[in-house]
């Protein structure tokens, strides 16, 4: 669930990656020349050729690992905005979310109670080795709630929580769960959630990323609500 520019981003860095692995093959060959050549009591030119290509392959691995590496960092700080919510108050306790989803830019409106929101997702984190191949975690928003500060009001209010699976489809989640030797990339599944206080106005943005959701404000004004939190 990449977007473009953080392909861009990798690109560079994946060819050089297919760079420095040609290199190295490169350079096994060569070195594979030369012992053949000593085997055949061609001295210089095998000793030449086994050098020349020991020190090319050797190279190529010292910058394939490097290369690895600058992409397996990228995969691991990798973001991916998900959702925009704006709430605007109608009475005391009582909000209007307005959600925008950066997917497919679809929006939706929803009545909330509370101080606070929640929005939760499923979840599927790939091993490392699959967040290599350009997998990233995969997501499904699946829940929009509110939330009261006190246990009381908790108690007392009923809750406001609403579905976001409009489409339901096919439940990747679920079948991985239910059926999780038929996936082996799959590390792990879980359900991951993030709130954050409601005030007239206040902007965030969801992101999603390798380890689960995070929220931002998108403005100073609701930066300087969630400082008050």
């Known amino acids: 669930m990449s977007t473009p520019s953080d392909f861009n981003n990798l690109l560079p860095v994946s060819a050089l990656l297919i760079i420095f692995m040609l290199m190295t093959a490169y350079g096994l060959w060569l070195a594979l020349r030369g012992f053949k050549h000593c085997c055949?009591?061609?001295?210089?030119?095998?000793c030449s050729l086994a050098c020349c290509g020991s020190l090319l392959s050797l190279t190529g691995i010292l910058l394939t690992a490097i290369a690895i590496n600058m992409i397996s960092y990228a995969r691991l700080t990798h973001e991916q905005p998900v959702a925009e919510l704006q709430f605007t108050q109608i009475a005391p306790q009582k909000y209007v979310?307005?959600?925008?989803?950066?997917?497919?830019?679809?929006?939706?409106?929803?009545?909330?109670?509370?101080?606070?929101?929640?929005?939760?997702?499923k979840v599927l984190k790939w091993h490392g080795y699959a967040n290599l191949m350009g997998l990233d975690s995969h997501y499904k928003l699946h829940r929009l709630s509110g939330r009261f500060q006190t246990l009381e009001q908790t108690r007392n209010n009923p809750a406001s929580a609403h579905d976001l699976n409009a489409e339901p489809g096919l439940d990747v989640w679920h079948f991985v769960k239910r059926y999780p030797q038929?996936?082996?990339?799959?590390?792990?599944?879980?359900?991951?959630?993030?709130?954050?206080?409601?005030?007239?106005?206040?902007?965030f943005k969801v992101i999603m990323t390798q380890?689960?959701?995070?929220?931002?404000?998108?403005?100073?004004?609701s930066a300087e609500h969630l400082r008050s939190w």
């Open 40 to 46: 055949k009591l061609h001295a210089v030119k095998g």
């Open 97 to 121: 979310a307005s959600v925008t989803f950066i997917e497919d830019q679809r929006q939706q409106e929803f009545e909330i109670n509370g101080d606070e929101w929640q929005l939760d997702a």
């Open 182 to 203: 038929l996936l082996p990339l799959v590390d792990a599944y879980y359900g991951s959630a993030v709130f954050l206080p409601m005030h007239d106005q206040a902007r």
């Open 211 to 221: 380890s689960g959701l995070m929220a931002r404000p998108v403005d100073s004004n």
